[in-house]
T-cell receptor, first 110, second 114 residues
Framework: QKEVEQDPGPLSVPEGAIVSLNCTYS??????FMWYRQYSRKGPELLMY????GNKEDGRFTAQVDKSSKYISLFIRDSQPSDSATYLC??????????FGQGTRLTINP | GAVVSQHPSRVICKSGTSVKIECRSLDFQATTMFWYRQFPKQSLMLMATSNEGSKATYEQGVEKDKFLINHASLTLSTLTVTSAHPEDSSFYIC??????????FGPGTRLTVT
């Protein structure tokens, strides 16, 4: 079983839709959770990071962590074509190492 | 804030030559920097972790003599691909660690070995 599982998609939705991106993880000791956005041929951009269970909101983005289910989510409201990218969840393993999901390719159609 | 730069953004070299890639944290000091490799449509693969002033820690399967990492200051780490071969062609990305374990990534370097 992989440490972090993420549906690679692709996921295609119409502009304005609410997008839900999800990851599951196997080790209950993981505590720090991050979401990155990566445009084609660019480095990943940190969107949000969370430490505990619950929700964290930043503009149109909401990160949700459910430690009891070992499930993390990223919601994008009022999705825009510029949100089209690959979204990677990442979990901190130990003190430094990030373990990434496979990435979900998202397309927002105008 | 938290900007990481990489240079060059793209490099083409001949087989057998060495290539150096620089990674800089522009507006913060990074005790720890990371080097990743990414193949098309795949996730990032951690190659090594470098701490300022000490030897890098390489992931299993990564040849330390082939991928030389130097982290000479709190804002600069370099990756040198020695005696590059076509199979080393890839997208190399560095990152720098922030205050709360989050990592900030550079824009990446596309290496093509002919």
């Amino acid at each position: 079983q992989k440490e972090v599982e993420q549906d690679p998609g692709p996921l295609s939705v119409p502009e304005g839709a609410i997008v839900s991106l999800n990851c599951t993880y196997s080790n209950s000791a993981f505590q720090y959770f991050m979401w990155y956005r990566q445009y084609s041929r660019k480095g990943p951009e940190l969107l949000m990071y969370t430490y505990s269970s619950g929700n964290k909101e930043d503009g149109r983005f909401t990160a949700q962590v459910d430690k009891s289910s070992k499930y993390i989510s990223l919601f994008i409201r009022d999705s825009q074509p510029s949100d089209s990218a690959t979204y990677l969840c990442a979990i901190l393993q130990g003190a430094q190492k990030l373990v990434f999901g496979q990435g979900t390719r998202l397309t927002i159609n105008p | 804030g938290a900007v990481v730069s990489q240079h060059p953004s793209r490099v083409i070299c001949k087989s057998g030559t060495s290539v150096k890639i620089e990674c800089r944290s522009l507006d913060f000091q990074a005790t720890t920097m990371f080097w990743y490799r990414q193949f098309p449509k795949q996730s990032l693969m951690l190659m090594a972790t470098s701490n300022e002033g000490s030897k890098a820690t390489y992931e299993q399967g990564v040849e330390k003599d082939k991928f030389l990492i130097n982290h000479a200051s709190l804002t600069l780490s370099t990756l040198t691909v020695t005696s590059a071969h076509p199979e080393d062609s890839s997208f190399y990305i560095c990152s720098a660690s922030g205050l709360f374990y989050e990592q900030y990534f550079g824009p990446g370097t596309r290496l093509t070995v002919t």
